[in-house]
């Protein structure tokens, strides 16, 4: 799976406000429903209800909000970095300024839980967090996920 076919400039907000975490996922749907011909008020939904079952700030300031759509043909993502940072009840109690949202289609199963390992793991890189927090247009960010998200040569 590469990040490249989840994830498109216009989908990354590089300067999003942060706020409470209602509002996060708001702007999230918000970029949702503009890049994917989602209605925002249903992602914004789906995301608080996946977040009524449990936090998915992940620590290290990141946070992966998901959510299963109707309207969708593939897994999509939208990438978010906050100004200011926001409360997300993560595992490490500390707040969110990375958040890296997908969505997948209502029938996905075994692709959906890929995208989420993945991405994931990915963000579990210090030095690609640190990055990513100095990057400051949609095509850098989008280069640092793509890239590190390559598979290296054995």
Do not use: C, W
Not at 60 to 65: E, I, L, R, S, T
């Amino acid at each position: 799976m590469n990040i490249g076919d989840l994830l498109e400039p216009r989908a990354i907000a590089p300067r999003a406000g942060g706020g409470s975490k209602r509002q996060v996922l708001s702007a999230i749907a918000d970029v949702a429903a503009r890049n994917y011909g989602l209605d925002a008020d249903v992602v914004l939904d789906a995301l608080l209800e996946r977040e009524a079952a449990g936090s998915t700030g992940v620590g290290h300031g990141v946070a992966v909000p998901h959510a299963r759509l109707a309207g969708l043909d593939r897994m999509r993502g939208v990438f978010l970095r906050l100004e200011q940072p926001t409360g997300f009840e993560s595992v490490d109690d500390q707040p969110v300024d990375l958040v890296f949202a997908l969505f997948a289609p209502l029938e996905s199963n075994t692709e959906h839980l890929r995208a989420l390992a993945r991405v994931s793991r990915l963000l579990r890189q210090g030095d690609l967090r640190q990055q990513l927090r100095q990057a400051r247009t949609p095509d850098a960010i989008l280069s640092l996920l793509t890239l590190e998200a390559r598979p290296t040569a054995a």
